[in-house]
C-alpha cells in the first residue's frame, strides 16, 4: 500500500461534483495556505490567487482541494471513499490482495487536518489495483469495472479448463 499523493486530488473534485457542492466553473482562491487543526498545511505552487478547477488539478493546488474537502463533508468524503473502493478489495483474480480498510479514515475518526490532508491524497493508504480500478469509473461515466486479469485457464497441453467470467459492473451515479 502506499499514500496516492496528488493522484487522488481528481476523487476529492469528482465527489463534490456528484454532490453538487461545485460546479465545472467554480472558482477558489488559493494563498498558498491554509490553516486547520492548528497546522499550517502548504500548496507546493505558493499563492495562486484565483484557480479554476480544471486550473486546480491541472497545477495540483492543495489549497484549493482542501476547500472542496471542507464542502463535502467528513461524512461524505468518507463514504465516496468506499464508494471509489479505497479501503476494500477488488476481489481481482490474482492471489494475495489484502483489505485495507485500516488504512482509510472512517467519519468518526476523521479530524479536519485529516479531512484537508486526505483531499490531495496524503494520511490515507490505497493499493494500486485499487487505485486503478478507481480511475476507470473516473473515465467510464461513474461505472466500476471489477478489475479483471485473468480471461482463461489453460492446462498443460494448451487446453482451456476454464473461462472466467467478464467482469462486474457497478454504476455508482
Known amino acids: 500500500t502506499y499514500e496516492p499523493g496528488s493522484v487522488a486530488k481528481p476523487f476529492t473534485v469528482a465527489m463534490a461534483l456528484e454532490k453538487g457542492d461545485i460546479t465545472p466553473n467554480s472558482t ?9 487543526g492548528g497546522y499550517k498545511i502548504r500548496c507546493h505552487n505558493g ?20 476547500k472542496i474537502a471542507q464542502l ?3 461524512d461524505d468524503f468518507c463514504e465516496y471513499q468506499r ?3 479505497f479501503g476494500l478489495k477488488t ?11 485500516s488504512l482509510v479514515y472512517s467519519a468518526d475518526q476523521m479530524g479536519p487536518t485529516d479531512l484537508a490532508t486526505n483531499s490531495f491524497g496524503q494520511n490515507f493508504n490505497v493499493t494500486m489495483t485499487q487505485l486503478a480500478s478507481s480511475f476507470c469509473s473516473l ?3 461513474g461505472n ?3 478489475p479483471h486479469v485473468v480471461k482463461q485457464i489453460q492446462d498443460d497441453n494448451g487446453n482451456v479448463t476454464e473461462t472466467l467470467e467478464q ?4 454504476n455508482f451515479t
Open 28 to 36: 477558489f482562491e488559493c494563498s498558498g495556505y491554509m490553516e486547520i
Open 47 to 66: 499563492a495562486e490567487g484565483t484557480v479554476t478547477l480544471e486550473k486546480a488539478v491541472a497545477k495540483s493546488c492543495n489549497v484549493t482541494m482542501m
Open 72 to 74: 463535502v463533508g467528513a
Open 83 to 85: 464508494v471509489f473502493n
Open 91 to 101: 476481489n481481482v483474480d490474482l492471489a494475495g490482495e489484502a483489505r485495507t480498510a
Open 139 to 141: 473515465i467510464n461515466g
Open 144 to 146: 466500476y469495472y471489477k
Open 167 to 170: 467482469p462486474a459492473l457497478t
